[in-house]
């Protein structure tokens, strides 16, 4: 987002999260810049999604910092914005949920319908504008989610999974919606366990194993020479638990 | 038989357009969904904060109202009447055996049911909802109106078990009402009376134009209802 400040970058440090005394992150600690797209992967239950609920601010950690130490960075929780692997629609029209979430984010009531109706234009949705949204399929329900998160302007855009349960013709279409939405200069941030889309979006990589970061690294490097035995089997799609 | 007679005279009553029948039925509408509208505008906010907020003290607050939903309606026109009487705080008014006295007392017996009734269908949907309604900045005051009106097909059942709760009701309306001919009789206070006097021809009559009655605003509101949900999915 040009002309404005930035949010970015993030610092989290000594992040842990635990449930009932059970452990789920152990001591995270990356630093996510302005500009790249950055991929966290690693195997189930490693701690992709957990990480990006704690860096949106759905869950309170149980120690560490998570620090939005730009700028901008005070005033940052509107700024960022989530799409879930199973998105949430309202039982109301595709144009009601964007008018819907713009209306939550205190956007002026003049306002609403026009971006609204921009943003499904953007992402060539206008034809579903007056369905109702729990009608759509899968692909399409996930498309008017992320429309609806682009519709609130983020600087960074935490996908999880967005992908995972839908045909590789919708997949595509997502993978090309986070392609724009990169290119207009969001900060892209998501969770994926699929090695091709990965090494399709991710310019950086961060590697989760158990709960533990592993490695940080440039996309390139992640894949041609992963620097830990887990990374490795990982990458080789060998089964890792 | 008497099961034939009633059933003759409840025709013959509809058909005849008794202008004596009409009030009690007019009245008896009027009292019912009055006091089921003041329910639910108290009720369904009321019901929704209450499965949303978090305070020390909520799950007595919500065993006092699921407790309330058996509140027997004599007791709740026990109270009203206490209330509105000469000699109550509420005397002044000069309310008592009147239909408002009546509407008050209905409202205070299916609240707690439409407070119950929806904190239990929001709980359900509040937990589908939360993290996603939380992302995108939503405030639990804010969530309220999302939640009612994602639940509204769910709602039609509840405001449904209010006005059935209502519309059967006799004890509260009989003591806060009295029962006056031409002023505070309903359908349900005229089959009492007319069952002790004995007419139980009449009274069965009555009762059937009063299940006729139920049958159709149930058949409405579903059939609305179902309307609705596939236009909205």
Redo the contacts between chains.
């Keep these: 987002m040009h002309g404005t400040l930035s949010i970015l970058p993030l610092e989290v440090a000594d992040l842990r999260y635990a449930v009932r005394g059970k452990e789920l992150l152990r001591g995270l600690g990356f630093k996510l810049l302005d500009g790249s797209r950055t991929v966290i992967m690693g195997p189930n239950g490693a701690g992709k999604s957990l990480t990006l ?1 704690l860096c ?1 601010g ?1 869950l309170r950690p149980t120690g560490g910092r998570i620090d939005w130490s730009g700028p901008a960075g005070g005033n940052a ?2 700024r960022h ?2 799409v ?1 692997q199973r ?2 629609l ?4 595709a144009r009601a949920n964007l008018i ?2 713009l209306s ?2 205190d956007v002026p009531r003049a306002e609403q319908a026009e971006r609204a109706v921009a943003a499904l234009a953007h992402f060539g949705l206008s034809a579903l504008a007056e369905r ?1 949204a ?2 759509l399929s899968g692909g399409e329900q996930q498309r008017l989610a992320i429309a ?1 998160a682009w519709a ?1 302007r983020p600087q960074v855009l935490f996908l999880d999974e967005p992908t995972s349960p839908l045909d590789p013709a919708a997949t595509r279409a997502i993978e090309q919606m986070i392609q724009s939405i990169h290119d207009e200069g969001v900060k892209i941030v998501m969770t994926t366990h699929d090695l091709g889309q990965a090494r399709r979006i991710a310019d950086e990589v961060l590697f989760l194993h158990h709960g533990r970061l592993l490695e940080q690294a440039p996309a390139d490097q992640f894949f041609s020479q992963p620097q830990t035995e887990e990374a490795r089997a990982f990458v080789k799609g060998e089964l890792l638990w | 038989m008497d099961g034939d007679n009633a059933f003759l005279t409840a025709f013959h009553l509809i058909l005849s357009g008794d202008p004596a029948l009409a009030q009690i039925v007019a009245l008896s509408l009027r009292v019912t969904l009055t006091a089921v509208l003041v329910s639910c505008l108290i009720g369904l906010p009321l019901g929704a904060a209450l499965s949303l907020a978090r305070f020390p003290g909520r799950g007595a607050v919500i065993v006092v109202f699921n407790a309330l939903m058996g509140l027997p309606p004599v007791v709740a026109g026990l109270i009203v009447y206490l209330a509105l009487s000469n000699t109550g705080p509420l005397g002044f008014l000069k309310l008592l055996f009147t239909p408002t006295a009546m509407i008050i007392a209905q409202s205070l017996l299916i609240t707690p049911i439409i407070i119950s009734l929806t904190r239990s269908v929001i709980d359900e949907l509040w937990s589908e909802y939360e993290e996603q309604l939380r992302s995108l900045g939503s405030s639990a005051l804010r969530a309220i109106p999302t939640l009612l009106w994602d639940g509204r097909f769910s709602l039609v059942t509840v405001i449904l078990a209010g006005l059935g709760r209502a519309m059967a009701e006799v004890g509260a309306v009989l003591i806060v009402g009295g029962n006056i001919a031409g002023y505070t009789r309903t359908m349900t206070t005229a089959i009492a009376l007319e069952t002790a006097k004995g007419d139980l021809a009449l009274a069965l009559g009555l009762g059937i134009i009063l299940l006729l009655l139920t049958l159709v605003l149930n058949a409405g509101a579903f059939l609305s209802s179902r309307i609705a949900q596939r236009q909205a999915a």
């Design positions: 609920r949106h759905l929780t509107k914005a989530m879930f998105p949430v309202l039982r109301r029209t819907h979430a939550v984010s109702p729990r009608t609806r609130l």
